[in-house]
T-cell receptor, first 113, second 112 residues
Framework: SAVISQKPSRDICQRGTSLTIQCQVD?????MFWYRQQPGQSLTLIAT?????????ESGFVIDKFPISRPNLTFSTLTVSNMSPEDSSIYLC??????????FGPGTRLTVL | QQQVKQSPQSLIVQKGGISIINCAYE??????FPWYQQFPGKGPALLIA?????SEKKEGRFTISFNKSAKQFSLHIMDSQPGDSATYFC???????????FGKGTLLTVNP
């Protein structure tokens, strides 16, 4: 399985600011994903991070709010822009490893005041 | 529209007992059904997964039972231990887009 790290592990931010979350994988992977997990809730896919092209966003998520970069096959960033308290969540990156299998990073716990 | 329904929302089991978590899906295009285990403060970890061509898969104390005609699958944890206390998510995936659809999760507490 892939080893995935995320930075920061947690942060407390002020309303109106932006935070960039990094996801690093120990091997080259074709597909990377960003999820949001609101407190006590399930996981919701934000977008698929495509290497060399724009991310593919799910319904309800837009690029202006959650810009994503994927400069190479081992790294991606998710920015949460113009934050509000409703953005307080755990943000998780995942990678596809092998046929259908998907592995998750440890998550970034974001609190917006 | 919730495509994967998971129950119960929470479950309390005594040490040594059997924990059973159920999921039902609607989309017949789903062809891969993983279960994830998540401890507080951690990311979900892949526990076990099954495809529709088999009715059961066992790995150690964890077993998935799959009923294709009923569009249901379940996780059985035998000899449950306090260390199994976590949130369990079922999920489903179909097609080539790798998009996982998650159930709402089950908080399992195993009492010593």
């Amino acid at each position: 399985s892939a080893v995935i790290s995320q930075k920061p592990s947690r942060d407390i931010c002020q309303r109106g600011t932006s935070l960039t979350i990094q996801c690093q994988v120990d091997s080259q992977v074709t597909m990377m994903f960003w999820y949001r997990q609101q407190p006590g809730q399930s996981l919701t896919l934000i977008a698929t991070a495509n290497q060399g092209s724009e991310a593919t966003y799910e319904s309800g998520f837009v690029i202006d709010k959650f810009p994503i970069s994927r400069p190479n096959l081992t790294f991606s960033t998710l920015t949460v822009s113009n934050m509000s308290p409703e953005d307080s969540s755990i943000y998780l990156c995942s990678v596809a490893g092998g046929k259908d299998t998907q592995y998750f990073g440890p998550g970034t716990r974001l609190t917006v005041l | 529209q919730q495509q994967v329904k998971q129950s119960p929302q929470s479950l309390i089991v005594q040490k040594g007992g059997i924990s059973i978590i159920n999921c039902a899906y609607e989309n017949t295009a789903f062809d891969y059904f993983p279960w994830y285990q998540q401890f507080p403060g951690k990311g979900p970890a892949l526990l076990i997964a099954i495809r529709p061509d088999v009715s059961e898969k066992k790995e150690g104390r964890f077993t998935i039972s799959f009923n294709k005609s009923a569009k249901q699958f379940s996780l059985h944890i035998m000899d449950s231990q306090p260390g199994d206390s976590a949130t369990y998510f079922c999920a489903a995936l179909g097609g080539s887009n790798y998009k996982l659809t998650f159930g709402k999760g089950t908080l399992l507490t195993v009492n010593p």
